[in-house]
Structures are given as structure tokens and as C-alpha cells.
């Protein structure tokens, strides 16, 4: 951003740079934040949707110290994948983001 020039050849000036900046930080937090508070809110209003996905949790929790969730567990955990996949749907995390 600092070397880039539009088509008359004139420099972004600090305060465009800082707005484009801000933009991606509140971008990728605002949304992420959004999506789950939306997934805690539907999982406390619907146990047996709850259920499932602390059963799938499993996965992970079987995991020793340390050791991450690798593709395979990750495929397995279906149920929750489509949990995200809905409450997205239905609640979209930028909703409100913007003025």
C-alpha cells in the first residue's frame, strides 16, 4: 500500500492506508466473534443439538497433550461442520458490521 499509485500516479496518504488497515482487522475479527456468539446462543437454546456436538467433541478430547486435530478428525466431525454451517445461515456474522 505504501508504494501503490492510482492511475494519476499519487500515493495513498496515511489516514486511507490506516482506514484499510482498520478495515481488515475489524473484518476478520467482527465476523469470527459473531459466528461464535451465534453458535454458543443456538447450542444453549437447543440441548439435543448441544448433545451431538459435545459427542463429536470427543474426537478432540481423546487427543494427548498437545496434539492437534489432523483431516481425518476433522471428516469426522461432521455434525458440527453442518452446526456452524446453520447457525451461519441463519444469523450472518456481519449483520450490523457496517453503518
Not at 495513498?12 to 490506516?18: G, H, K, P, Q, Y
Not at 456436538?53 to 461442520?81: C, F, H, R, T
Amino acid at each position: 500500500m505504501l508504494l501503490a499509485t492510482d492511475e494519476d500516479g499519487k500515493h495513498m496518504n496515511e489516514m486511507d492506508i490506516a482506514d484499510k488497515i482498520l478495515g481488515l482487522l475489524i473484518g476478520g475479527h467482527d465476523t469470527a466473534s459473531a459466528a461464535r456468539t451465534f453458535i454458543v446462543k443456538y447450542l444453549a437454546e437447543l440441548p439435543h443439538i448441544y448433545n451431538e456436538v459435545y459427542k463429536a467433541s470427543g474426537i478432540a478430547i481423546a487427543k494427548a497433550p498437545g496434539e492437534l486435530l489432523n483431516w481425518d478428525d476433522i471428516q469426522k466431525m461432521k455434525y458440527s461442520w453442518n452446526v456452524g454451517c446453520e447457525v451461519m445461515r441463519l444469523a450472518l456474522p456481519l449483520q450490523g458490521a457496517f453503518p
